[in-house]
């Protein structure tokens, strides 16, 4: 199994550019989840999908969209990039009974808008 | 909402030695989890420890021990016998208990270990 992947892992935009951060799990997890990391600020939720077909905004939303393409699939996108997007960005999932509650993670976008 | 606060941004240990890292988090539910992760310079979350709200008994994971005070909502990481690989952003979070509700991180610690 290759648990959680992410693509790309790095990235360099301009300001104003589009991209799309793409996420994918063999886990067969129900929810997905994305955060960014910015220095000093922990881990922070942009949005997260708790089932094929549902979304729903986080604590930093703003300038992103989701969509959760089938049940594998949770991708990130951003329309008109700006430097305060410069961030890590993880993708998260977690399973359904008792593995709902432990996430799994990742290896990370690093992405740098200038 | 919920808070968790790591007040320590970094630490320091000897190798061999005993450190512990503090967490403390803020909620008015009973029932919820909280977590330590780990993230090397890879970048990469390693799950280190769990911790059920409604068990009293602290959890333990090899080297890794947890003090949780539920009462005083604080939830330290204990990390004995230290290891250079132990060298890490380390991460306090929690978690309502309640479906698929999102991890609530902390800011994280820093831990150097100086050989």
């Known amino acids: 199994n290759a648990g959680v992947t992410q693509t790309p892992k790095f990235q360099v935009l301009k300001t104003g550019q589009s991209m799309t951060l793409q996420c994918a799990q063999d886990?067969?997890?129900?929810?997905m989840y994305w955060y960014r990391q910015d220095p000093g600020m922990g881990l922070r939720l942009i949005y997260y999908?708790?089932?094929?077909?549902?979304?729903d905004k986080g604590e930093v939303p703003n300038g992103y969209n989701v969509s959760r393409l089938n049940k594998r699939e949770f991708s990130l996108r951003l329309e008109s990039a700006a430097p305060s997007q410069t961030s890590v960005y993880f993708c998260?999932?977690?399973?359904?009974?008792?593995?709902?509650?432990?996430?799994?993670f990742g290896p990370g976008t690093r992405l740098t808008v200038l | 909402a919920q808070t968790v606060t790591q007040s320590q941004p970094e630490m320091s240990v000897q190798e061999a030695e005993t450190v512990t890292l503090s967490c403390t988090y803020d909620?008015?539910?009973?029932?919820?989890?909280l977590f330590w992760y780990k993230q090397p310079p890879s970048r990469q979350m390693i799950l280190v420890i769990r911790q059920e709200a409604y068990k009293q008994q602290n959890a333990t994971e090899n080297r890794f021990s947890v003090n949780f005070q539920k009462a005083a909502k604080s939830f330290s990481l204990k990390i004995s016998d230290s290891q250079l690989g132990d060298a890490a952003m380390y991460f306090c979070?929690?978690?309502?208990?309640?479906?698929?509700?999102?991890?609530?991180f902390g800011k994280g610690t820093r831990l150097s270990v100086i050989a």
């Open positions: 909620t008015s539910e009973s029932d919820y989890y």
């Open positions: 886990m067969n997890h129900n929810s």
């Open positions: 979070a929690y978690k309502y208990n309640s479906g698929n509700t999102p991890l609530v």
């Open positions: 999908s708790a089932s094929e077909g549902t979304t």
């Open positions: 998260a999932s977690s399973g359904l009974g008792l593995a709902i509650n432990e996430q799994f």
